[in-house]
């Protein structure tokens, strides 16, 4: 059975969003990701209007910042985004770290406090039914095998966002990490990169292209590895680097169907 398909808008910015979607939708995809803020999107019954209209639910909605920041302002603001995407009934509400410290080593106290930041929002949320997500990526707070271990071991209501290019970089097999934390698991990110290196402070450097358009992720194996654990859930891709003067959201959405035909061509 295909999987659900959803695009990600990272980049969109302030979009006439109604014929962006359906520029998604006649590319092919199922649904989209969101991380606009909630002065673009209106309301609730606004947005769904305009998600019914060019048939594209929204999937996913995601944090502005991270739970790893936890003053009090901080922590409302997502809370109204929170209830934003309850109110959408997204499938879940994706967030990444924060940034490292400055001037020093991350530590593993960093890491507890970080995760108990995310479960601190993931209570918030279970009242209202919504799930959260942790979206794994390089050179944020949590950048290695040990710490992202570390840091899952230490949530339990927040699930798990695995991009498979952010896992592979931190030389994390993405077939073996789909396995490991299958019973975290919620959500799924596709992206690929044309060529990689680290500077000498170990920042990762991708160079990052559509999905299938390089294929130094092993795409192929990732769809049998959640067809074996009997994945049901949401299948995000991700544009690969901005094309000058082809970068508006309408431009994007129609060239972003190669990246459809090449995941339903190897069974997505």
């Not at 969109?12 to 989209?32: N, R």
């Amino acid at each position: 059975m295909p999987f659900k398909l959803s695009y990600s808008t990272l980049r969109w910015k302030s979009p006439d969003l109604e014929p962006a979607l359906e520029a998604l939708k006649e590319a092919g995809w199922d649904g989209w990701e969101c991380r606009l803020p909630l002065d673009w999107l209106g309301t609730p019954q606004r947005l769904r209007q305009i998600c019914r209209n060019a048939d594209m639910p929204l999937a996913v909605y995601t944090a502005q910042g991270s739970p790893d920041q936890r003053d009090y302002e901080h922590v409302e603001r997502n809370k109204r985004r929170m209830e934003f995407a309850a109110e959408m009934e997204v499938d879940c509400f994706m967030f990444m770290n924060g940034r490292k410290p400055e001037g020093r080593p991350v530590t593993r106290d960093d890491i507890i406090a970080a995760a108990e930041g995310a479960e601190a929002w993931a209570e918030y949320a279970a009242q209202f039914g919504l799930e959260l997500s942790y979206h794994i990526h390089t050179n944020l707070l949590v950048d290695s095998i040990e710490d992202w271990r570390t840091y899952m071991a230490h949530l339990r209501k927040a699930k798990l966002c695995i991009d498979v290019s952010h896992a592979q970089l931190w030389g994390y097999d993405p077939v073996e990490a789909i396995r490991d934390f299958q019973d975290q698991l919620n959500y799924i990110h596709l992206q690929d990169y044309a060529s990689t290196s680290r500077r000498e402070d170990g920042f990762y450097l991708p160079v990052w292209c559509d999905v299938g358009e390089s294929q130094n992720v092993d795409f192929p194996a990732i769809r049998a590895a959640l067809e074996e654990i009997g994945f049901q859930r949401w299948v995000t891709a991700c544009p690969g680097q901005p094309i000058p003067g082809q970068d508006d959201p309408l431009s994007e959405a129609r060239r972003s169907a190669r990246m459809v035909d090449y995941l339903r061509g190897i069974g997505y």
